[in-house]
């Protein structure tokens, strides 16, 4: 059951409302956010079909999340994610490390940590270096929308 990375590539001109909501539900409100979800929750797999032409997703790995958590996660009033807050309020004594793994391992949903007060999603960077082709076509035929796999990785990356 893998951890999906969604981030949101374009923005709000001509969106269908039906797709406006479910990006909504998905908590993809503007350009480059991104959020976290599994792959077993129910409707994900509806959702990000519905969606597949305005996101980009795929597994993320515990390194990339770790780094993702460290560098772009935020609690309410804009503060950043410490190791010591995680091991206070979370009790987990590994820091953001020990989180990540929970997380990618299904034992915590990172859109649930929002009663402790975590943003359920992130803010990220335009990508370093651009995008490698474009925003309108799919990744499977060379543009950067829909499915890519563990490559989403390489993007978060470079959009820390």
């Not at 893998?2 to 923005?11: E, F, K, M, Q, S």
């Not at 479910?22 to 990000?48: D, K, V």
């Not at 305005?54 to 770790?66: C, K, P, R, S, Y």
């Not at 958590?69 to 206070?88: F, N, S, Y």
Request: hydrophobic residues 40%.
């Amino acid at each position: 059951m893998p951890l999906y990375a969604i981030i949101r590539i374009r923005g709000t001109v001509d969106v269908r409302p039906d797709v406006e909501a479910t990006l909504r539900m998905l908590r993809l409100h503007r350009r480059y956010t991104a959020s976290l979800y599994h792959s077993s929750l129910p409707g994900i797999e509806g959702m990000l079909r519905k969606v597949e032409n305005w996101a980009t997703w795929g597994e993320i790995d515990v390194e990339t999340l770790a780094a993702l958590i460290r560098a772009r996660g935020r609690l309410i009033g804009d503060k950043p994610i410490t190791d010591l807050w995680v091991a206070e309020n979370l009790k987990l004594l590994g820091g953001i490390e020990e989180l990540a793994k929970k997380l990618v391992e299904g034992e915590i949903h990172y859109h649930k940590l929002e009663d402790y007060g975590v943003k359920p999603f992130f803010r990220l960077h335009p990508p370093r270096g651009g995008f490698k082709g474009s925003i309108k076509k799919h990744y499977k035929v060379g543009g950067e929308l829909g499915y890519r796999g563990p490559a989403i990785n390489d993007l978060i990356r470079r959009m820390l």
